[in-house]
T-cell receptor, first 115, second 117 residues
Framework: DTEVTQTPKHLVMGMTNKKSLKCEQH?????MYWYKQKAKKPPELMFV???????INESVPSRFSPECPNSSLLNLHLHALQPEDSALYLC??????????????FGPGTRLTVT | AQKVTQAQTEISVVEKEDVTLDCVYE???????LFWYKQPPSGELVFLIR????DEQNEISGRYSWNFQKSTSSFNFTITASQVVDSAVYFC??????????????WGLGTSLAVNP
């Protein structure tokens, strides 16, 4: 059973809509990640939060806005998306700090379609 | 530059065959981690194994085994007696530590494995 949950599983939105993706982890991890994955490609890192602070933004367009309300929750706010933003959005979490191995555990993803 | 190469884009086997997925990496770090992930058609990425650069012992977990060889910068994955449920895309990844001590994963392009009955 996955300990990283994501909602919703599927989302269809128009280019003028505002929506949010949600992620929750129950493993006590202090690093959380958002990835975007297109079909037949590896995941592309978007954002990393470390101890609830944004530590990496991979030059993601501002129409994607991450938020980390606490150590267990991660949101991705979406606004004015483009059809090319349609993809599988994956959340992950990992341990953080010296001596940890950093393997990332992924949620089931949200399949986003922008019309 | 750090890089992970999975030369096999697609592999098709018949059930019960053994299959090896290749992974070759490049890194200048002396300390690094290597990972394998499985992504079935449902989409969830499932962590399979981690190996650190100081531990070259091979590992076996049921029908899965991994062969890590620093001399050839390879971390290959073998499935013995493959089953239809093994059909998935398998990704090899290398961890990189940036200046902020955040680890980013460098991903291979993945190998799509189809196990046919």
């Amino acid at each position: 059973d996955t300990e990283v949950t994501q909602t919703p599983k599927h989302l269809v939105m128009g280019m003028t809509n505002k929506k949010s993706l949600k992620c929750e982890q129950h493993m006590g991890h202090r690093a959380m990640y958002w990835y975007k994955q297109k079909a037949k490609k590896p995941p592309e890192l978007m954002f990393v939060y470390s101890y609830e602070k944004l530590s990496i933004n991979e030059s993601v367009p501002s129409r994607f806005s991450p938020e980390c309300p606490n150590s267990s929750l991660l949101n991705l706010h979406l606004h004015a998306l483009q059809p090319e933003d349609s993809a599988l959005y994956l959340c992950a979490s990992s341990q953080q700090g010296p001596g940890t191995s950093y393997e990332q555990y992924f949620g089931p993803g949200t399949r986003l379609t922008v019309t | 530059a750090q890089k992970v190469t999975q030369a096999q884009t697609e592999i098709s086997v018949v059930e019960k065959e053994d299959v090896t997925l290749d992974c070759v990496y490049e890194t200048r770090d002396t300390t690094y981690y290597l990972f394998w992930y499985k992504q079935p058609p449902s989409g969830e990425l499932v962590f399979l194994i981690r190996r650190n650069s100081f531990d070259e012992q091979n590992e076996i977990s049921g029908r899965y085994s991994w062969n890590f060889q620093k001399s050839t910068s390879s971390f290959n994955f073998t499935i013995t007696a493959s089953q239809v449920v093994d059909s998935a895309v398998y990704f090899c990844a290398l961890s990189e530590v940036n200046a902020g001590n955040n680890r980013k994963l460098i991903w291979g392009l993945g190998t799509s494995l189809a196990v046919n009955p």
